[in-house]
T-cell receptor, first 111, second 112 residues
Framework: DAGITQSPRHKVTETGTPVTLRCHQTENHRYMYWYRQDPGHGLRLIHY???????DKGEVSDGYSVSRSKTEDFLLTLESATSSQTSVYFC??????????FGPGTRLTVT | DQQVKQNSPSLSVQEGRISILNCDYT??????FLWYKKYPAEGPTFLIS?????DKNEDGRFTVFLNKSAKHLSLHIVPSQPGDSAVYFC???????????FGKGTRLHILP
């Protein structure tokens, strides 16, 4: 299995609070991705990174920001959490633009 | 607009029989296709892929078929086993694109 971890694994937070999710890899892969999974929607890309400090938006980026200051870490921040951001968040890594390897996920509940 | 479509939300198959999961795509620029498998409370795991220069790729019990003219691919699992019960995601990527587009998934139930 690819060396990829996510923290925290579970979080409950209140509407309006900031939240940061962390993805950490030990594979030295260039690409890192953040997805959310919701019933009826499958996996939707939030943001991705193709190198340190190089990031781009995905299809559902509104309300989210990311940062990548080191190869191994990719942070996803919800500046002001809303109930619509209740979801399961997956980080993925890849050495090239094809096969991606996923972390175990973070279940976020916004009350 | 969905670029990758999995029109069957769920599928039930008897253990030992063949499972066929289907996927359609609309973007003719897609040149690489993947299948992922996901168990509850776990991240998706890469299963098998196929390049647009091929029409078939096989890996053990899993075979992916690509029909470019119909913009259709399918995943065949033979024989189906209880551990194959999971959600299967079809995904596609365009040349020189950094992103993969996923379908909504098909839940496969293998019946004893």
């Amino acid at each position: 299995d690819a060396g990829i971890t996510q923290s925290p694994r579970h979080k409950v937070t209140e509407t309006g609070t900031p939240v940061t999710l962390r993805c950490h890899q030990t594979e030295n892969h260039r690409y890192m991705y953040w997805y959310r999974q919701d019933p009826g929607h499958g996996l939707r890309l939030i943001h991705y990174s193709y190198g340190v400090k190089d990031t781009d938006k995905g299809e559902v980026s509104d309300g989210y920001s990311v940062s990548r200051s080191k190869t191994e870490d990719f942070l996803l921040t919800l500046e002001s959490a809303t109930s619509s951001q209740t979801s399961v968040y997956f980080c993925a890594i890849a050495s090239g633009p094809y096969e991606q390897y996923f972390g175990p996920g973070t279940r976020l509940t916004v009350t | 607009d969905q670029q990758v479509k999995q029109n069957s939300p769920s599928l039930s198959v008897q253990e030992g029989r063949i499972s066929i999961l289907n996927c359609d795509y609309t973007n003719s620029m897609f040149d690489y296709f993947l299948w992922y498998k996901k168990y509850p409370a776990e991240g998706p795991t890469f299963l098998i892929s196929i390049s647009s220069i091929k029409d078939k790729n096989e890996d053990g019990r899993f075979t992916v078929f690509l029909n470019k003219s119909a913009k259709h691919l399918s995943l065949h699992i033979v024989p189906s086993q209880p551990g194959d019960s999971a959600v299967y995601f079809c995904a596609a990527s365009a040349r020189r694109d950094d992103k993969i587009i996923f379908g909504k998934g098909t839940r496969l139930h293998i019946l004893p």
